[in-house]
């Protein structure tokens, strides 16, 4: 039986962020399919990044890396606020350094991250692994209360 993998996870080479969510993701035992985009010959779609913009809580701002050096050489010739979707989109796939990387994608639950939070990242654990791992931390907590009561 082939194991449907939902999570797909956009890397680009030599990106730290990239490294440590793919490390995440597998010493956490959570499925994926890892994608890398190379600068040079860019597999992305147009289609892909508005799957991801139907996924983000802050649209574009999600997909873009603000603190690249590729989207302040942008920005000094192009105005994205001005531009339309439809041509910022294709800047972005002519471009790809103007992305915002790892981008993980859960296509299934439509769940969309960019970049790398050892807090956010969490999201895609199954919600069994983060109730039972809240609970085992509460506890610990409510032990260590009891113990400084004690004292």
């Given at each position: 039986?082939?194991?449907?993998?939902?999570?797909?996870?956009?890397?680009?080479?030599?990106?730290l962020p990239s490294r440590q969510?793919?490390?995440?993701?597998?010493?956490?035992?959570?499925?994926?399919?890892?994608?890398?985009?190379?600068?040079?010959?860019?597999?992305?779609?147009?289609?892909?990044?508005?799957?991801?913009?139907?996924?983000?809580?802050?649209?574009?701002?999600?997909?873009?890396?603000?603190?690249?050096?590729?989207?302040?050489?942008?920005?000094?010739?192009?105005?994205?606020?001005?531009?339309?979707?439809?041509?910022?989109?294709?800047?972005?796939?002519?471009?790809?350094?103007?992305?915002?990387?790892?981008?993980?994608?859960?296509?299934?639950?439509?769940?969309?991250?960019?970049?790398?939070?050892?807090?956010?990242?969490?999201?895609?654990?199954?919600?069994?692994?983060?109730?039972?791992?809240?609970?085992?931390?509460?506890?610990?907590?409510?032990?260590?209360?009891?113990?400084?009561?004690?004292?």
């Amino acid at each position: 039986m082939e194991m449907n993998i939902m999570i797909k996870i956009y890397t680009i080479p030599s990106n730290l962020p990239s490294r440590q969510a793919v490390r995440w993701l597998t010493q956490h035992d959570v499925a994926f399919a890892e994608q890398r985009v190379h600068v040079d010959q860019p597999e992305l779609t147009i289609d892909e990044l508005k799957q991801f913009l139907m996924a983000s809580e802050n649209g574009v701002d999600d997909l873009l890396s603000f603190q690249s050096l590729a989207y302040a050489a942008f920005i000094k010739n192009h105005d994205p606020e001005a531009m339309s979707l439809q041509a910022l989109l294709t800047a972005m796939i002519a471009n790809i350094r103007l992305l915002h990387f790892p981008i993980i994608y859960d296509e299934h639950l439509h769940i969309l991250q960019t970049g790398f939070s050892q807090d956010d990242i969490r999201v895609f654990l199954p919600r069994s692994v983060r109730v039972q791992e809240l609970t085992t931390m509460l506890l610990r907590e409510s032990k260590s209360d009891d113990l400084s009561d004690i004292e």
